[in-house]
Each structure stands twice: as structure tokens, then as C-alpha cells.
């Protein structure tokens, strides 16, 4: 078993700052993809960025390259998520997600591709 815990959530106005982060903990040995998805009220988990174990595959959201920028630090078993410029439609719940047993360099992008999920950590950008 995995267990993620995210952290760095909260309420931040429009064009604000925020860095999430998510401590992996379990049986993280072998190369693992890690990365985050959001939910919107009343909408679908949509994937946000993904990063692959060795760090050089890194994928993004269309709308989102350019203010999001996903890292990791493997030492700690932790990656993070900055994200500049935010605005209101940033607004939602970010869910941590892994995918053990992948190759380092394989960076999912689909629900269907994770295997474990945070508790998930909310972000809120007012007017």
C-alpha cells in the first residue's frame, strides 16, 4: 500500500500564489509516476499535471502550461505543484495520484491510469 498526503491548499485571491505538495509513504520502492489531478463542484476530475520518476517526462493541462509548474524530489519521496497567476476557475479540490510499477520516464494522464489517490487538499481563488 501507498499513502499520500498533500498539503499547501487554501484560500488565495486572483493572480496569487500557491505551492502544493505531495509526501508519498508505503512501499515507494521502484520507479513510480506521480502527479495531480482537480475536481470542480459539480464537475469531473480532470487531470493537471504529471511527472515521471526519472523528472525528465513532465505533461500539463493545456489551458494550465505556463502557470503550473510540477516537481519532484525523489530523496523525499514528494512532489509539489506551483501554481502562479491563479485565478477564480482554478478553484477546486486537488487530488495527489501515483502509479507504481511504471517505467521512469512514463507519465500518466487518465483517471483510469492511477492506482492510489490523496485525501486531496482545497483550493479556493476569490475575485
Known amino acids: 500500500q501507498v499513502q499520500l498526503v498533500e498539503s499547501g491548499g487554501g484560500l488565495v485571491q486572483a493572480g496569487e500564489s500557491l505551492r502544493l505538495s505531495c509526501a508519498a509513504s508505503?512501499?515507494?520502492?521502484?520507479?513510480?509516476?506521480m502527479g495531480w489531478f482537480r475536481q470542480a463542484r459539480g464537475k469531473e476530475r480532470e487531470f493537471v499535471a504529471g511527472?515521471?520518476?526519472?523528472?525528465?517526462?513532465?505533461n500539463y493541462a493545456g489551458p494550465l502550461k505556463g502557470r503550473f509548474t510540477i516537481s519532484r524530489d525523489n530523496a523525499k519521496n514528494t512532489i509539489y505543484l506551483q501554481m502562479n497567476s491563479l485565478k477564480p476557475e482554478d478553484t477546486a479540490v486537488y487530488y495527489c495520484?501515483?502509479?507504481?510499477?511504471?517505467?521512469?520516464?512514463?507519465?500518466?494522464?487518465?483517471?483510469?491510469?492511477?492506482?492510489?489517490w490523496g485525501q486531496g487538499t482545497q483550493v479556493t481563488v476569490s475575485t
Open positions: 508505503g512501499r515507494t520502492s521502484g520507479s513510480y509516476f
Open positions: 511527472i515521471s520518476y526519472s523528472g525528465r517526462g513532465k
Open positions: 495520484a501515483a502509479r507504481l510499477g511504471v517505467s521512469e520516464n512514463v507519465v500518466v494522464t487518465t483517471i483510469e491510469g492511477v492506482n492510489y
